[in-house]
């Protein structure tokens, strides 16, 4: 029996629900969590995140796109699910069906969204974005009066929340996101005025949240911090645990001569009689190009040699003569420190923490962890509740090692 798959990701549970625990802790009793899981949960998988979620009380589910959505509905996912980025007139019909929660920007999709809501004989609740320096989506803060009292008009809408987006709530200076929240505080007085109460108010992404606990509101809109990451700038916080850990297994190792060289464009020769490990994770999985001749793995530290391919990578394992065939290799893991972090990746392979987590694609499996055990396995070819046992070896016998290693 031994592992079922060579190139893994594991979400560990505990460690996301005890990050949820944490954040509500954090934000108090009246205050809801917003959890972001668009882009398949930044690559955990929306729909055992989203699960795991309901679990821990979160309050509303945000997706980027229609499908994301739909796919959430399908898996069964009861908490509001709200779309973030905006959609188009063509995929209301679905939205409406699935009773997804849009975020409207302008008065036309509004009243083609009333005007499906009544048809389907239920209203549909949405969602306003005030633009107060994002400069993305959403409606000007100038012009969010007259567009919010317009919707309030329109018969099948009901306005759910009003929110607005910090582009730098990571920065070492807070003075942006502080003006943002003076212009969003005064739309929010003003269109009291008016009588207009959105429910629910919310701002504050991951750094917002730690960075400035005035952005709190009613709910706090987090993707980063719920799946254990530290945005920059914010303080550390030893009990925000990361979930996600990308691995693989070496599946071949070859002597090469001196001056043999290695993949694509020859960028690399080693100067010795080289052994160099053959792990089959590359760009088509999500370990990116830019790591080429840059980035470390670990089998005791082995460094990338040569380009990155779409589906292969080489490691110099000269100095590392056990390394055997088989061997866990980690590309990166958040819970053991002499294993590459996803933040030092990110860092090697010239992007932020987010995209190395959301471009690891669907050729990776996914196997959910709690206790310790694996309990799910996703994959290209589906859910195998099989290779548990299977993965579950695998897991004893590494946890054997560790505790091995660590004996005096
Ligand atoms: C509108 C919006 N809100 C909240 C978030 C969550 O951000 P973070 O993962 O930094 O908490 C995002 C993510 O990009 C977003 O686009």
Known sequence: MSMPVSTWVEVDLDRFGSNLRRIRELIGDRRGVFLVVKADAYGHG???IAEAAAQEGVAVLGVATLHEGIQLRQAGSR??????SPLLE???GEAVAHQLEPT????EFARALSAAAQQSGRPVRCHVEVDTGMGRTGVRVEGAEEFLAAIDQLPALRLTSLYTHFPDADAADLSFARSQLDLFEALITRLAARGIRPPRIHAANSAGTLNLPESRFDWVRVGLIAYGHRPPHAPVDPALLPVMSFKSRLVQIRDLPAGHPVSYGRTFAGARDSRIGVVPVGYGHGYSWLLSNRGFMQVAGAPVVGRVTMDLTMVDLT???AARVGDEVVMFDGAAPPAPSLEEVARWSETLPYEVMCTIGK?????????GRPVKLTS????????????ADHFRLRAHAVAAARRP
């Not at 050729?363 to 206790?371: D, H, L, N, S």
Request: charged share 30%; proline share 5%; net charge negative.
């Open 363 to 371: 050729r990776v499996t996914r196997i959910y962890v709690r206790g």
């Open 46 to 48: 929306a729909v055992e």
């Open 79 to 84: 908490l509001p699910v709200v779309v973030l």
């Open 90 to 92: 063509s995929e209301i």
């Open 380 to 391: 290209l070819v589906g859910e195998r509740s099989e290779w548990a046992e299977r993965a």
């Open 319 to 321: 100095d590392i003569p």
């Open 104 to 107: 409207v920007a302008d008065l």
